[in-house]
């Protein structure tokens, strides 16, 4: 019986050829794009190669073509677009009707060739919502229950700290909270020694603020082990957090395809995937950022600034930034709260503009606000109704320089050390290829 967070196996296979995503995007919006690159300009295999055809009862099914560079893909979409059945294919615990699918290179399936790659034998780890943890077994031996039983490359030790285990070994799953059952899992699966780790949306069923405190655990785990890692989502934080490449799916579907900053550009304007993207010119050097030395002026529109964490770079850089929308303030310029949060506020970032749009979401709204560059905020519907925030009105925008998140593209380099990103050690051809900052 396979255990759960541990599919090892053993790598073979050729490499396949790249191919677009499919032409046609759900809802009618018929927009896709390709992916930034196959990796094949560097000699690296792509990440993750899939091509699925599969016809469900209902209505629903798969037709979706894509190649993914990089060392951290997010596959992203709206409930029911199939994230997680494409990510069950890559284990192999789903068998399409028709496709194929290539992991860093290796041939797991090929349904024109008759190959299907048992799951136990494809060397991924596969975390999902519920950590699945034995419940006989307490934390050190559910840790263990993966690992290679001659003893392997990773210490038990050396996960638990990285994961902030070493004080619940002796703990039963029944005494750990939620948050804590996860990075269990987590390190479970790691334990396995695979070569990459599948995450299905592991944080979704926690509370936001153990999934705020959970991804940096994650992100520090595949940094300091070197591990790739393919993480399905339909939130736009941990997206923006964890991944430099991106395939966004709908109804079944590639709606888009490409580096983490192309995509957002693109789908900057959409429901599903909707974040604030800038691009600008680094301006200053620490000392205009105070006493924070790691924050540098990013010039991203004539006469507007913002603040955000380059360390390493130099005046004149490139510099390619993201924000969620849920990390921006906005109140109505003029009011009784702007008064109050501005002598509170620790932001560094505060811009004042005009709102241009409020619409409504699944929860909450969305309030865009011309502040020079475009900045997208969401609130709850009982604020925007009571800070009078209506196309027209004037306000102020707010957000703090370590929310923004510093993106990878063709001029600009990885994320500082501890900051949200991977070293790209494959698919370095391509954009966001990490290479380093430097002026224009």
């Known amino acids: 019986m396979d255990q759960p967070g541990a599919l090892p196996g053993r790598p073979g296979g050729r490499r396949a050829p790249h ?41 629903f099914g798969l037709d979706l073509d894509f190649a993914a560079p990089g060392r951290a893909l997010g596959i992203f979409g709206p409930s029911g677009s199939g994230k997680s059945t494409v990510l069950r294919a890559v284990a192999g615990l789903f068998r399409p009707g028709a496709g194929r699918v290539r992991l860093r290179g290796r041939l797991l399936l090929d349904t024109d060739q008759g190959v299907f790659l048992p799951p136990r034998r494809r060397r991924v780890g596969y975390v999902v919502q519920d950590g699945l943890l034995f419940p006989l077994l307490d934390v050190r031996q559910n840790l263990l229950f993966g690992a290679p039983r001659r003893g392997g490359r990773l210490g038990l030790d050396e996960v638990a700290r990285l994961l902030d285990l070493e004080h619940l070994l002796g703990r039963m799953p029944r005494n750990l909270s939620g948050g804590e059952r996860q990075r269990v899992a987590l390190g479970r699966a790691v334990l396995s020694e695979p070569e990459v780790l599948l995450c299905d949306e592991p944080f979704s069923a926690l509370e936001a603020s153990r999934r705020r405190r959970l991804v940096p655990s994650l992100h520090r785990l595949c940094v300091a082990l070197g591990l790739p890692l393919v993480f399905v989502s339909h939130s736009v934080e941990e997206v923006l957090s964890l991944c430099d490449h991106v395939v966004v799916l709908d109804a079944g579907r590639v709606v888009a395809s490409g580096t983490l900053f192309s995509v957002l550009e693109e789908l900057a304007r959409e429901d599903s995937l909707a974040a604030n993207v800038w691009e600008g010119d680094v301006v200053a050097g620490a000392e205009a950022a105070g006493t924070d030395s790691e924050l540098r002026e990013v010039r991203v529109a004539p006469g507007v600034s913002l603040y955000a964490p380059l360390p390493d770079a130099v005046s004149g850089a490139r510099a390619r930034l993201a924000l969620p929308p849920s990390a921006v303030t906005v109140l109505r310029r003029g009011s009784k709260e702007e008064a109050a949060r501005s002598e509170q506020s620790s932001a560094r970032n505060q811009l004042a503009g005009t709102v241009v749009e409020v619409s409504a979401l699944d929860e909450g709204v969305r309030v865009r606000v011309d502040a020079g560059v475009p900045v997208t905020a969401r609130v709850s519907t009982p604020a925007a109704a009571g800070l009078g925030l209506v196309p027209g009105a004037p306000a102020t925008v707010s957000f703090k320089a370590h929310a923004v998140r510093v993106l990878r593209g063709a001029a600009v380099g990885p994320p500082p050390a501890g900051e949200a990103g991977f070293s790209p050690d494959e698919g370095a051809a391509c954009e966001g290829s990490g290479a380093p900052l430097r002026p224009r």
């Open 19 to 59: 191919r677009r995503p499919a032409s046609a995007g759900a809802r009618g919006r018929g927009r896709v794009r390709s992916p930034a690159c196959d990796g094949g300009d560097s000699g690296a295999a792509a990440l993750l190669e899939v091509s699925l055809r599969h016809a469900f009862p209902r209505g």
